[in-house]
């Protein structure tokens, strides 16, 4: 599938850690750590495991802008 | 300001341009171009142009995970 | 790509309404439409336009819940 | 109360899962399922439960397109 | 409607401003500005304008928190 | 860090309550509670507990406008 959202950071799977509910994927991108949480159901969907290659995927309209001072 | 949000990505603006009410910001990050949404008035308050130094800000729950089939 | 996203609406684009950033692309999803705030730029790359089959793509951590009183 | 949020899903509840702060609650809108992840907090204020009507309400921001291929 | 978003700021409309499709609403809540983009078409359905009394809601997913130093 | 979020509320911390991975925070903004749904690492890495002053942080696209009838 093709989709609208503008960022797509290809990187490794680091970290894959769930709760009850909401899991905490973490992904290396060239070497910064992007931290992702969702449901457990889509890491078990998609079979996330540490190791594997994977893109962070956010909207645009979900980044904000920030400036040391 | 220290914030919560886990993903403080830093780069290099290298685009912004104004809608009527909606900004687009591009942000380089390590080579990548992260594109952000952002209100107009954002923009004038940061004073944000390109060739600045800046962030790509974004919340963990802001973040989806994509694989390559 | 496959995504974590759990919500994946399938079905027919009736409008798409370029503003000078942001485009509101409409979707009919049995019936239902389903209003989508995206970029530009995602209009043009992926060449949406009416008649075409698509999907509404929703994370689950934005999607609330209403009840009639 | 009437909302701006663009798209309400009208449907019936199918699930309600509570984790420690996180519930994830799944409403039937015309045969497809819609996760939606909201505080355990919400479902006990709305005494929200599996049989119920439901709108699942989304922000047209919060929603990205996507195409086969 | 009631709805599971935790926050709703009740206040007063002190700006509508339109844009191409994203239109600004500022909501004046005990005396701080709360600033919402939202669309063209739902401020048109609310028929939103300044005086009216208004509230701003935000799903608790999507509220960070900020600390001075 | 200055951040281009719109909306930064200044209060005092009530509560911290943690999950298995996603914690809420309540801060008192005014005599309003927010709510906030966030990491428990980003409560580990600020030390975020009840009494500190604290903002609640909200871009102006998470926002939504609501009306009494």
Redesign the interface.
Known sequence: ?????????KGT?VEV?????????R?D????I??????N???D??G?KAG??????????????????
Chains 1, 2, 3, 4, 5, 6 share one sequence.
């Open positions: 599938m093709r989709i609208s959202a503008r960022n797509r950071l799977i850690k769930k709760g009850q509910t909401t899991a905490h994927v992904i991108v060239k070497g910064i992007v931290t992702t949480a969702i449901t159901e889509a890491v969907e998609l996330l594997q290659e994977a893109y962070a995927i956010v909207k645009a309209s979900d980044v904000m802008v920030g400036l040391d001072n």
